[in-house]
């Protein structure tokens, strides 16, 4: 199968253009500029589009992109091309004589831009998977250009003038639900973006909008650069208390860098974060804490502190431009929460428990260094080390014990056993589909009557070319407007990579981010909408973790224990009784993560709540609001403000809150499936597939959950779940 094609709509565009953090397959608020390559003859330009091959059908097994024929000189031009082509498309439609309606307006822009979505997504996702210094500097290129592109779209007010008219007429056209969604939300999303504002506030908007767009791409470029930098380099006498997987992981880390008979720490989670937990050399936490809470704030040429600042007034004036208080009140006007308020109210809610329970696990941990004679006041780096002392003292649990019954093969065949019992999907290995990287699996993705569903691509280890943590993102988004369009999924982690031979041994909370990555992949892959801009992971941030967060539970299920979690050496399944210490302590330490996320999630709203900003201090600013809501002093954001990627290079800014939002809905949501003393109900199922994996942005975000859950959803399996309703 080949030539599947793709549709960005106007309104895609416009919104952004970077493909995200975090989590889901959206094209973001990233862009980029004019630069020397564009200065080339009308000949040069027809000759470098004929043999460019980001602007032809690909003859390739699912119309995947052929990467091995793809170059870094190819994009700029193909940009160019592309953008050039969607402008035209944008034109004819706005200068259509003829009588506005949904089919030759909004369905027109649903079709057109497809070049320019198709460069767009292999651009942006080889941007953050194999980044390299001329890529980074397309990006700084790219971003402004593609913003201004954006805003002469949203702006264009002769097009909007045509999306008003159906919009008003919507309720008498005869259009059908889904219809009825596009055209409120495309409305919705012009007005958002200024379309009602004078000239000269339009003028300034843009200016505004390229602005950010450049910064942002400099934020994260300087968070991988300033995360890149640091490595600490162990000899055989700094291994004590590491466990064997994490010395074999580092081991192949120095390898890499030809650092023989050494081993190394990275600043990836997946390395540093064991190593804290489990390293006995005090001096040495303290040294890769450090590196890993100050990137993007080290003083030096990827410091991230003046960004943060210019991109919070720049935020907080768009906002007042349109006619918003505040950008925090901006965003949430167009979620499921709607106010800050709301998001507010959940997080102290969360956030007055998860203290109180948080100094209950440092008293432990205190009563724990007294007995060992330790001396020194708790810091924040001795706390995962000491917390783990505790987890095996009073719960007789050992996270290296259970690191060896959780290898990545064994963990992607059990996310897949659950697509299979929920969905009735299957997942055929491809080894004939082009790949950017040959690390990157392909597997064809096929329902219960064969057919293909679409593709789905894993890329689980850690590189230097490669933005630290765990996402979802797409080459290819389902809909059907243009065709029967297959989607194209992919989904990146961030695990060490063993030494050649080993297996790939994960964490627990790996597992889970497996788990919930693949949720996401789901949402897109079972997508079934016509809309593009409808079209899967398309939904606000506190919708859009809800069905990744629900499928993070079924790990944690006995049975799937049983089956997949086995030992890399004997392939012995999970002992019953280890099972029953795993969930005996599924509460410990949910204090300090729990304050760790909302702590980040507050400093996000204090940022976005600001009317103005005449000077900002990153630091202080951090200090100033944590210590207000009392945080303890051994506890430190989740994501220190200068690699917050999520609300400063990525789409969950005033938004981080969403996760804990989402958990109202998933820990809810899964009781639905503990109430029917079955994980895989099938009526459950069938109403989780009907109402949230397969609708996209197509239903009202409250309704789509009473439609799957029977009622609206209550908090209590939340607090519940985080052992905070003690």
């Known amino acids: 199968m080949k030539g599947f094609k793709r549709s960005m709509p106007a309104i895609a565009v416009a919104v952004s253009l970077s493909l995200l953090v975090a989590g889901c397959s959206r094209i973001d608020e990233q862009g980029s500029p004019e630069s020397a390559s564009t200065q080339t003859s009308d000949a040069e330009k027809s000759t470098s589009t004929q043999a460019n091959p980001l602007l032809h059908e690909w003859d390739t ?115 059908n639900a889904e219809q009825i969604r596009l055209t409120e939300r495309t409305y919705g999303d012009f007005v958002r973006a200024g379309a009602n504002l004078s000239d000269e506030d339009k003028a300034t908007l843009s200016e505004i909008n390229e602005s950010l767009s450049s910064l942002t791409t400099q934020f994260g470029q300087n968070v991988l650069n300033d995360t890149k930098a640091f490595s600490l380099v162990l000899g055989e006498n700094d291994l004590a208390g590491l466990p064997q997987s994490l010395i074999n992981a580092a081991a192949a880390q120095a390898n890499a860098r030809e650092l023989k008979g050494q081993y190394v720490i990275t600043l990836q989670r997946s390395s540093v974060e064991p190593f804290l937990q489990f390293s006995e050399r005090r001096d040495l936490r303290e040294k890769a804490f450090k590196g890993w809470a100050n990137r993007g704030d080290n003083d030096n040429e990827f410091d991230n502190k003046a960004i943060v600042e210019d991109i919070v007034k720049l935020r907080a004036k768009r906002a007042q431009l349109l006619g918003y208080k505040h950008h925090s009140d901006y965003v949430l006007s167009n979620t499921m929460a709607g106010t800050p308020s709301a998001a507010m109210d959940l997080l102290l809610k969360v956030w007055e428990p998860a203290v109180a329970k948080a100094e209950q696990e440092q008293q432990w941990i205190e009563e724990l260094m007294q007995a060992d004679g330790v001396e020194y006041e708790l810091m924040p780096w001795d706390w995962r080390f000491y917390a783990e002392k505790v987890r095996k003292q009073r719960f007789s649990l050992d996270q290296s014990e259970i690191t060896q019954y959780f290898d990545l093969e064994n963990m992607i065949d059990a996310q897949f056993y659950v697509a299979e019992q929920l969905f009735g999907l299957t997942f055929k290995e491809r080894f004939d589909i082009p790949l950017y990287n040959p690390v990157v699996r392909t597997w064809e993705v096929l329902d219960a009557n064969g057919d293909t569903v679409g593709l789905f691509f894993g890329d689980y280890y850690a590189r230097d070319s490669k933005r630290s943590g765990a996402w979802m993102s797409a080459f290819r988004m389902q809909q059907k407007l243009a065709g029967d369009v297959k989607p194209l999924i992919l989904n990146n982690m961030n695990l060490n990579k063993p030494a050649k031979g080993e297996p790939t041994l994960m964490s627990y909370g790996d597992a889970v981010t497996l788990f919930h990555e693949f949720g996401h992949a789901l949402h897109g892959l079972l997508s079934n909408v016509t809309y593009p801009t409808l079209s899967g992971t398309n939904t606000p941030r506190d919708w859009v973790e809800f069905p990744a967060q629900i499928y993070e539970h079924f790990i944690a299920q006995p049975q799937l224990l049983k089956k997949f979690a086995r030992h890399y050496q004997t392939d012995e399944p999970m002992p019953d009784e280890l099972i029953q210490r795993i969930k005996d302590a599924s509460t410990f330490n949910q204090g300090f993560a729990t304050v760790e996320y909302t702590a980040s999630a507050l400093v996000d709203m204090a940022y976005h709540q600001l009317t103005s900003v005449d000077s900002l201090d990153v630091r202080a600013f951090e200090d100033k609001v944590l210590t207000e809501y009392g945080k303890p002093d051994a506890i430190i954001m989740r994501h220190r403000s200068t690699h917050f990627g999520h609300i400063f290079s990525g789409g969950y800014s005033s938004a981080y809150y969403a996760y804990m939002w989402s958990e109202i809905l998933d820990a809810d949501g899964f009781d639905a499936f503990l109430e029917k003393n079955d994980i895989f109900d099938k009526e459950t199922s069938q109403r989780l597939y009907d109402y949230v994996f397969s609708t996209g942005d197509t239903l009202n975000y409250l309704d789509a959950y009473v439609g799957f859950r029977g009622r609206q959803p209550s908090t209590d399996a939340l607090l519940r779940n985080r052992g905070l309703d003690e």
Do not use: C, W
Request: charged share 25%.
């Open 61 to 175: 097994p699912f119309g995947v992109p052929p990467f091995s024929e793809i170059e870094n000189s190819h994009f700029l031009p193909a940009f160019d091309a592309a953008i050039q082509e969607h402008r035209e498309e944008i034109q004819q439609i706005a200068n259509d004589d003829s009588v506005p309606n949904f089919e030759n307006t909004l369905a027109q822009m649903e079709l057109s831009g497809d070049k320019l979505t198709k460069v767009s997504r292999v651009f942006f996702n080889l941007a953050n998977t194999e980044s390299n210094d001329e890529l980074q500097q397309l990006q700084r290129t790219l971003s402004p250009k593609l913003t201004r592109h954006s805003n002469a779209i949203l702006m264009n007010e002769a097009l909007f003038a045509r999306i008003k008219t159906v919009y008003d007429s919507r309720n008498s056209a005869g259009l």
